[in-house]
C-alpha cells in the first residue's frame, strides 16, 4: 500500500524539489487579459456635445441668493443657533407659497421632503410646524424605507430610494438634519464622499429640488468630513450670534451669485421672527461666541439701567454686585453691548456708561429650555418679512 501511495504521487523536478510555493507559482502563465480596444471601447461611448448646442439659462432660486434651484447647499452652525427653527421657517413659507425675507412676490405651495435624526417628530418638529403656521400636509416626513417587511434605515447610499420620494411628491427642497449622519459607513473620505455628492447632485438637478444640509462644527469650529462635500455645495450659511446675544444668519459661501445680506432673527417662547438685516460677516460672527448666563444677565442689566440715559460707572458696579454680578462679568457684557465711557465733570468729575446713540435697545430673548414653556400655546405669531431696501446694522 506504501508503494502505491508514492506512485500516485506527483513528480517533482529535481531543480524543483526546494522551491517554495509562491516562486512555483511565479512560472505559471499569467491569465490574458484583453485590452482596452479589443473590449471596454465597444461599451463606453464618450458623451460630447458641443457649447453652441448647449441652451444658456439664468440660475433659478427656491429663496435668493440663499437657496438657487436644484442645488446642494448647507446651514452650519453651533448646537443652540437655531438651525432647525430656520429649516422649519423655510419649509413653512414653501408650504403655504408665502415669500422668504427678500422676496416680494408669493409662490405656489409646494411641498418639503424632512429628514430628522435628531428632534422627536410628535413631540417637537409638529409643535413648532404649527408654531409657524406650516401647511403640515405639505411638509413630509421620511424616516426610512421598507424593503419586504422590514422597516431599514435610509442614508444616502440609498440614492434610489429619494429619487422614489422626490417624484412621488414633487418637492422642492429636501432638507437632511443633520447631513453627516446621513452618509453611508466609509464614505466620510475623499473618493466616498466625491461619489455620494455625484449622485446627490445628479438628483437635484433632474428634479429641480434643492437639497439643504444642516451640519454641527466641532469644538473648535471646523466641520467634520471631507473637503469633497463642501466643494459640491453651491451656497453655505452659517447661523451664530452678535455681540448681544442675537441670533444671525449669515451667507457664506455663493457660487455665482452675490452674497445674500446677513439676517437677524430671533427664537422663543413657541416663536419664530426674521428681525432685519445685519452688517455682521460669517468672519464676524464666528469671532463672537455666545454669552454666558452671568453675562447675559448682566447685559440685560446695562441696557434696562442705560435706557434713561448715562449713569455713573460706580453707581452701576456697586448696584451689580448687590445682584451678584462681578466687575469683570460687568466689563465684559459692557464691551459685547459696545456700551460706550464719558467723562463727566472734568478733571474732578467721574466716568459715567452710556449706550451708543446708534444701538438699540432691545432685550435678547433666548429659546425656552423647559418643556412646560415649550409646551405653552404662543401669545402671538408675528412675522416680519424684512424688505432689503431696509438695513439695521448689528455691533458687537
Not at 464618450?46 to 436644484?70: A, K
Not at 440614492?159 to 464614505?187: N, S
Not at 458696579?317 to 460687568?330: F, K, M, Q, W
Amino acid at each position: 500500500m506504501a508503494g502505491d501511495e508514492t506512485a500516485r504521487r506527483p513528480q517533482v523536478a529535481p531543480h524543483q524539489a526546494t522551491r517554495s510555493r509562491r516562486d512555483r507559482a511565479r512560472d505559471r502563465p499569467a491569465p490574458k487579459i484583453s485590452s482596452y480596444r479589443e473590449s471596454e471601447t465597444r461599451e463606453r461611448v464618450p458623451i460630447l456635445t458641443p457649447y453652441s448646442e448647449i441652451r444658456e439659462r439664468e440660475m433659478r432660486f427656491l429663496w435668493e441668493p440663499y437657496i438657487p434651484e436644484g442645488k446642494l447647499c448647507f446651514l452650519d452652525g453651533n448646537r443652540d443657533g437655531g438651525k432647525t427653527w430656520i429649516a422649519l421657517a423655510i419649509a413653512s413659507a414653501i408650504s403655504k407659497g408665502e415669500p422668504l425675507p427678500g422676496a416680494q412676490t408669493n409662490r405656489k405651495p409646494r411641498k418639503v421632503i424632512y429628514m430628522n435624526l435628531e428632534n422627536n417628530p410628535e413631540e417637537s418638529v409638529k409643535k413648532r410646524l404649527r408654531w409657524l403656521q406650516a401647511d403640515p400636509a405639505n411638509v413630509i416626513a421620511l424616516d426610512g424605507f421598507r424593503e419586504g417587511s422590514e422597516s431599514k434605515m435610509l442614508t444616502l447610499g440609498h440614492i434610489d430610494v429619494l429619487d422614489d420620494a422626490i417624484a412621488r411628491t414633487r418637492a422642492v427642497l429636501l432638507i437632511l438634519d443633520p447631513f453627516l449622519a446621513y452618509l453611508p459607513k466609509g464614505h466620510h473620505h475623499a473618493e466616498g464622499a466625491r461619489r455620494v455628492m455625484t449622485q446627490l447632485i445628479s438628483l437635484g438637478r433632474r428634479y429641480r429640488c434643492s437639497i439643504l444640509g444642516i451640519r454641527h462644527p466641532t469644538k473648535d469650529g471646523k466641520i467634520r468630513g471631507s473637503s469633497e462635500i463642501d466643494n459640491a455645495a453651491r451656497s453655505m450659511m452659517l447661523v451664530g450670534f452678535d455681540g448681544q446675544g442675537r441670533k444671525v444668519l449669515s451667507h457664506y459661501k455663493h457660487n455665482d451669485t452675490p452674497a445674500g445680506v446677513s439676517l437677524v432673527f430671533d427664537v422663543g417662547e413657541g416663536k419664530f421672527d426674521w428681525l432685519g438685516e445685519s452688517t455682521l460677516t460669517a468672519e464676524d460672527l464666528l469671532a463672537k461666541k455666545k454669552p454666558s448666563p452671568k453675562q447675559q444677565a448682566a447685559g440685560e442689566y446695562l441696557m434696562a439701567r442705560l435706557r434713561q440715559g448715562p449713569v455713573p460707572e460706580t453707581q452701576l458696579v456697586s448696584e451689580a454686585c448687590a445682584l451678584g454680578i462681578s466687575r469683570a462679568t460687568l466689563r465684559r457684557a459692557k464691551e459685547a453691548l459696545g456700551i460706550l465711557s464719558r467723562r463727566v465733570g472734568g478733571r474732578d468729575g467721574y466716568w459715567a456708561w452710556e449706550l451708543p446713540r446708534d444701538v438699540e435697545a432691545s432685550e435678547p430673548r433666548p429659546a425656552p429650555d423647559r418643556e412646560d414653556e415649550a409646551d405653552a400655546e404662543p401669545a402671538s405669531m408675528k412675522r416680519v418679512w424684512p424688505a432689503r431696501a431696509t438695513s439695521t446694522e448689528t455691533k458687537g
